[in-house]
């Protein structure tokens, strides 16, 4: 499977040597969502120069000379303005977007400071593509550009770290090969259309008859991973399926970051909120390496095969966070056998009426009876002077699950997982930040 984190250096020809000003160059491929990738530093003795260059063969971009040339001095300037040594402000990543009308091009421009050639230097990843293509769906840009700035920021950080024990040729390898991955994830988002589901596009659309069960424990998982789901699969247009009705249960906002599956594609993209990925013949290695990757996300997500009817989940996001810092993904995401009633009882429901409008007034009542249990969850929390420090004590749970009546411990994981997209302090009060030994996660995900 081939993933952002692949660190195939084969294809790139650098030269092993003291830099003397010469960029590293590299072309991009045809299909890439960007133009032109530049990666521009402040040296000492050369001034504002491009370090790194990949762009189109014969794109315009390339041809016109006076936007990449300026680019160096515009994306840099400010910080130096500033006077501020670049070790002052390590890995901290800053943005900024420029447009040269004349040329039809937008940059986004991500600033930094590094150990570039040995030296601390104040740097610039400058993602450059002309406007005219991208203007034809700018609700569909915007949405891409969202991903965009989370993954260039991630990539980014990643060189810091590497720029740490590594030459500056082999950090930039290693960059070239995510980005290359990241741009072909973004072209194949720019012309999806998942951003308006059609009821015709679901699960529930009128003659078409689905398993209950297998759909409350997916859409249970989905919204107890707060949204963020991988659909696998041999049947492309059944994905889709899947995909899109879980997609109904996204707020607005987020259904830019929705990634339909097509032929043959099973790349996976930390970042991008509902994705699916076309598996033709699927075997418990790809599963795992799949569950690997997905520990680049920086939220637990649900894996969903529909092939052979399995939910697994990562667990709640404390836990998380552990295995990500224990960079393993071995026996962390649990299948989820057992569905939400309160999820159950909404699939029930809107089994019965055939107009389609109304069963998209039924799903969107059921987003809304969500937001407002998780609003009752924020105040009750409140009114009870509960910090993430001194967290909602287990009486104070009891008794809101009771009101509630969220007994089941799938019902309360949903609510809760609405209550961390809309307050994520008050989450922290419910669930409290502790500390996991790794004895303790072996005991839980036994």
């Given at each position: 499977?081939?993933?952002?984190?692949?660190?195939?250096?084969?294809?790139?020809?650098?030269?092993?040597?003291?830099?003397?000003?010469?960029?590293?160059?590299?072309?991009?491929?045809?299909?890439?969502?960007?133009?032109?990738?530049?990666?521009?530093?402040?040296d000492d003795s050369l001034g504002p120069c491009i370090r790194f260059c990949a762009m189109k063969e014969?794109?315009?971009?390339?041809?016109?000379?006076?936007?990449?040339?300026?680019?160096?001095?515009?994306?840099?300037?400010?910080?130096?303005?500033?006077?501020?040594?670049?070790?002052?402000?390590?890995?901290?990543?800053?943005?900024?977007?420029l447009r040269f009308p004349g040329s039809e091009v937008e940059v986004a421009c991500f600033i930094f400071?590094?150990?570039?050639?040995?030296?601390?230097?104040?740097?610039?990843?400058?993602?450059?593509?002309?406007?005219?293509?991208?203007?034809?769906?700018?609700?569909?840009?915007?949405?891409?550009?969202?991903?965009?700035?989370?993954?260039?920021?991630?990539?980014?950080?990643?060189?810091?770290?590497?720029?740490?024990?590594?030459?500056?040729?082999?950090?930039?390898?290693?960059?070239?090969?995510?980005?290359?991955?990241?741009?072909?994830?973004?072209?194949?988002?720019?012309?999806?259309?998942?951003?308006?589901?059609?009821?015709?596009?679901?699960?529930?659309?009128?003659?078409?008859?689905?398993?209950?069960?297998?759909?409350?424990?997916?859409?249970?998982?989905?919204?107890?991973?707060?949204?963020?789901?991988?659909?696998?699969?041999?049947?492309?247009?059944?994905?889709?399926?899947?995909?899109?009705?879980?997609?109904?249960?996204?707020?607005?906002?987020?259904?830019?970051?929705?990634?339909?599956?097509?032929?043959?594609?099973?790349?996976?993209?930390?970042?991008?909120?509902?994705?699916?990925?076309?598996?033709?013949?699927?075997?418990?290695?790809?599963?795992?390496?799949?569950?690997?990757?997905?520990?680049?996300?920086?939220?637990?997500?649900?894996?969903?095969?529909?092939?052979?009817?399995?939910?697994?989940?990562?667990?709640?996001?404390?836990?998380?966070?552990?295995?990500?810092?224990?960079?393993?993904?071995?026996?962390?995401?649990?299948?989820?056998?057992?569905?939400?009633?309160?999820?159950?009882?909404?699939?029930?429901?809107?089994?019965?009426?055939?107009?389609?409008?109304?069963?998209?007034?039924?799903?969107?009542?059921?987003?809304?009876?969500?937001?407002?249990?998780?609003?009752?969850?924020?105040?009750?929390?409140?009114?009870?002077?509960?910090?993430?420090?001194?967290?909602?004590?287990?009486?104070?749970?009891?008794?809101?699950?009771?009101?509630?009546?969220?007994?089941?411990?799938?019902?309360?994981?949903?609510?809760?997982?609405?209550?961390?997209?809309?307050?994520?302090?008050?989450?922290?009060?419910?669930?409290?930040?502790?500390?996991?030994?790794?004895?303790?996660?072996?005991?839980?995900?036994a």
């Open positions: 499977m081939a993933s952002s984190g692949e660190k195939h250096r084969s294809h790139m020809h650098v030269r092993r040597k003291r830099w003397h000003g010469e960029p590293i160059a590299q072309l991009l491929d045809p299909n890439a969502y960007f133009d032109a990738v530049l990666l521009c530093i402040w014969q794109h315009q971009v390339n041809k016109d000379s006076r936007v990449v040339a300026s680019l160096p001095k515009l994306t840099l300037n400010d910080v130096l303005a500033k006077g501020i040594a670049p070790e002052a402000i390590p890995h901290e990543v800053d943005t900024k977007y400071s590094a150990n570039i050639d040995n030296t601390p230097k104040f740097a610039s990843l400058c993602l450059l593509k002309q406007i005219a293509s991208a203007g034809k769906n700018p609700a569909s840009y915007i949405g891409v550009q969202d991903i965009c700035h989370d993954r260039a920021t991630t990539i980014i950080l990643n060189l810091c770290k590497c720029l740490q024990s590594e030459s500056t040729e082999t950090a930039f390898e290693d960059m070239y090969v995510d980005l290359k991955h990241l741009l072909l994830v973004l072209k194949d988002m720019e012309t999806a259309q998942t951003r308006r589901v059609l009821f015709r596009d679901t699960l529930f659309k009128p003659l078409i008859f689905y398993d209950v069960r297998f759909l409350n424990r997916c859409l249970t998982s989905h919204l107890e991973t707060s949204g963020m789901s991988v659909v696998v699969g041999k049947d492309v247009n059944m994905i889709n399926l899947y995909l899109n009705t879980l997609t109904l249960f996204l707020p607005v906002s987020k259904r830019g970051k929705c990634r339909p599956a097509q032929e043959g594609k099973r790349e996976y993209c930390p970042d991008v909120v509902v994705q699916g990925l076309h598996f033709v013949d699927r075997t418990p290695s790809d599963l795992s390496e799949l569950h690997q990757l997905m520990l680049e996300s920086c939220h637990p997500s649900t894996v969903i095969d529909i092939d052979h009817k399995i939910v697994a989940a990562a667990p709640e996001e404390r836990q998380y966070q552990f295995a990500q810092q224990q960079d393993t993904a071995e026996r962390l995401f649990q299948e989820v056998r057992h569905g939400s009633p309160l999820v159950e009882k909404f699939l029930n429901s809107i089994v019965s009426p055939r107009d389609p409008s109304f069963r998209a007034a039924l799903v969107d009542n059921f987003t809304r009876r969500l937001s407002r249990l998780g609003l009752i969850v924020i105040q009750f929390t409140i009114e009870r002077n509960a910090t993430p420090d001194a967290p909602l004590s287990h009486a104070s749970k009891l008794e809101l699950r009771r009101w509630l009546r969220l007994q089941d411990d799938h019902d309360f994981r949903v609510v809760l997982a609405t209550v961390l997209q809309m307050d994520s302090q008050v989450y922290d009060s419910i669930v409290p930040d502790y500390q996991l030994s790794a004895e303790k996660l072996k005991e839980i995900v």
